[in-house]
């Protein structure tokens, strides 16, 4: 009679110790398959489409590296985007996140009600990307908007904000500073995690307020500080509703963001080709961005440890 054989102690060894990693993978296996189809699926399409030419109507034709050539050698208007664009991002940006750490300072009190304040400063940031916010922005620094017919009250002349190409683009700058509430929340968690002793041996040693907050508070903060400011710069490269709503990418193009402009190549001129290019170029510029802000956190963030 053959016998069967037996798994000694070694074999079962080494089946237990793939049976770990097993469970593992196929507990996160809905999210690999997301990952992969929705991810990386799409970003492989776009990449091969950034290499053809393709206008939806007929099937891609491949043409290699000419329209990168193209956008970087002959685009007028994609150096034009991105000058608007990196305007934006270093006005809105540092502007966000210092009155975030302001009004997180105001906030970080308490006092009765304080959560309710939080909650109301917040509000901006759930709406500030909404198409019906936008609209009203537009409406509010019109050339019949209320700013204009309070500043007529006082014998002030109007000014047509979003028409002005010297203006336009501060109003999408202070529409976003204005959505600061997600980097206040952030800071606030920040402000609870640092030790109060710290703050109790600075009060012995007679170290005033704003001794304090620029030996304690601001550098205990930078972690804090570099995850909101890469966070907002990815966001504000992306930005596109509030210029796409509030004043079309005009006058003049003062307003033509990188976003944009990409959305007009795509959907109004249907080169989504050219489009994808616009893209990845676009990747690789917030890729950039990021790498130097993490290269340079080595010189002015702080750790515990």
Same mark, same amino acid.
């Given at each position: ?32 398959? !997301?990952?992969? =189809?929705? @991810?990386?699926?799409? /970003? ?5 489409? +950034?290499?053809?030419?393709?206008? $939806? ?108 190409? !010297?203006?336009? =683009?501060? @109003?999408?700058?202070? /529409? ?5 509430? +997600?980097?206040?929340?952030?800071? $606030? ?117």
């Amino acid at each position: 009679m053959e016998q069967i054989p037996r798994i000694t102690k070694a074999g079962a060894g080494k089946w237990n110790k793939w049976i770990e990693p097993i469970w593992g993978y196929a507990f996160i296996s809905p999210w690999l398959i !997301g990952f992969f =189809l929705l @991810t990386i699926g799409p /970003l492989s399409q776009s990449f091969y489409l +950034s290499l053809t030419q393709y206008n $939806l109507l007929e099937l891609p034709d491949w043409i290699g590296l000419a329209n990168y050539k193209e956008i970087l050698t002959d685009d007028a208007e994609f150096w034009k985007a991105l000058q608007v664009t990196l305007t934006y991002v270093a006005l809105s940006v540092p502007l966000k996140l210092m009155f975030a750490l302001l009004v997180a300072l105001l906030l970080f009190r308490a006092i009765r009600g304080m959560s309710l304040f939080r909650a109301v400063f917040y509000l901006p940031s759930l709406i500030g990307g909404s198409v019906a916010l936008s609209a009203i922005w537009r409406n509010l620094f019109g050339m019949d908007g209320i700013l204009n017919r309070i500043a007529g009250l006082f014998g002030f002349e109007g000014i047509d904000w979003i028409n002005n190409p !010297g203006t336009a =683009l501060y @109003t999408l700058v202070l /529409l976003a500073v204005w959505q600061f509430g +997600s980097s206040m929340v952030i800071f $606030l968690a920040g402000l609870k995690q640092i030790p109060r002793d710290l703050y109790e041996s600075a009060s012995v040693d007679g170290a005033s307020k704003v001794r304090t907050f620029f030996a304690i508070t601001l550098p205990m903060l930078t972690p804090i500080i570099l995850f909101n400011l890469v966070m907002q710069i990815i966001g504000s490269f992306q930005m596109f509703t509030q210029a796409f709503i509030v004043t079309k990418g005009g006058p003049i193009n003062s307003t033509l963001v990188y976003a944009l402009y990409l959305y007009q190549k795509a959907f109004a001129y249907f080169n989504m080709g050219y489009a994808s290019a616009l893209a990845w170029i676009l990747l690789a510029i917030i890729a950039f961005c990021t790498v130097l802000i993490f290269w340079s956190s080595k010189r002015w963030v702080h750790y515990e440890t």
